[in-house]
């Protein structure tokens, strides 16, 4: 095993956002409208996503202009439902675009989220903090590193719903595992165990990575690699690990695509860890 330290993403921006332009390019008229594991929305609602995202992130970080709730946010609770009633709002409104419109607006605001992630200084404090890793604060690295997960699991449900090769390979999946695996000690941090019990979690692909969950005197802690003991381990594919993290794939089917050996309690909190901000953990 190894510590987990930074993971810096910014070089993945340009080569993911071509990887977008490329696919929205092949996209035919009806397969905006498709549905995808995004619940109601369907293609043309996730890529309005996609530019709403970077027009927030522009807007924030390059010039200042923060939006501010009516009322403040007490809870986890109330900043998901924050969060849930802009994009709504945002999807409702795009619905005007076409097609067309909604991919010329993303190349032009492409290359300027490039260039901003590329100069955000990594170690200083970010504006927002990563909520679903259990921070109050964190360094713009780990920000930089949420907002490539959102744009590469957003791309994934496109390329889900209309049957386009995913981005599986582990130039992409390996930097979003490590970053999105950093949500379990926060999502076990209700679960009791003696110091030392720990969770192998294997991802299969290009070979096997693996991480480790160890609960340590002041709680669980992540590290690379795989422990030599382990009280319980999980194998899964890449495919679904990514859809069990981002709230794509329901607990039960997650559960039936894993294989679990040991202490099969310690995986239930896994089949509930989500590293997006969603309340719940139903799939969608």
């Known amino acids: 095993m190894e510590p987990i330290f930074p993971i810096y993403t910014a070089d993945l921006f340009p080569p993911l956002y071509r990887e977008l332009e490329d696919l929205l390019g092949r996209l035919q008229p009806a397969d905006w409208d498709r549905p ?26 390059r010039d200042g202009h923060l939006l501010t709730p009516g009322e403040p946010l007490r809870s986890y609770e109330d900043l998901v439902a924050f969060l849930n009633r802009l994009n709504s709002e945002w999807v409702a409104v795009t619905r005007r675009f076409s097609p067309g419109l909604l991919t010329e607006l993303l190349a032009f605001t492409a290359p300027r989220v490039c260039e901003l992630m590329a100069v955000l200084p990594p ?26 997960t959102e744009r590469w699991h957003h791309q994934m449900q496109i390329r889900d719903a209309v049957g386009a090769p995913g981005l599986l390979d582990w130039r992409w999946l390996g930097p979003l595992l490590d970053l999105s695996l950093r949500a379990l000690p926060h999502a076990y941090r209700e679960v009791p165990a003696p110091a030392g019990t720990a969770l192998v979690i294997q991802v299969t692909g290009e070979g096997v990575r693996a991480w480790s969950l160890v609960r340590e005197d002041a709680g669980w802690r992540l590290w690379r690699g795989p422990a030599p003991r382990p009280s319980a381990s999980v194998t899964l594919e890449g495919d679904c690990a990514w859809r069990l993290l981002f709230n794509a794939l329901p607990p039960d089917e997650a559960r039936q695509r894993m294989r679990i050996e040991g202490d099969a309690s310690l995986a239930e909190a896994l089949l509930a860890a989500r590293s997006v901000m969603v309340l719940g953990a139903d799939g969608g």
């Open 36 to 61: 995808t594991v995004a619940r109601a929305w369907r293609v043309r609602d996730v890529v309005a996503h996609l530019l709403d995202g970077d027009l927030r992130k522009l807007s924030a970080y």
């Open 123 to 148: 170690h200083e404090q970010s504006l927002f903090a990563v909520d679903w890793a259990g921070e109050s604060e964190s360094e713009n690295w780990l920000d930089i590193g949420r907002e490539y």
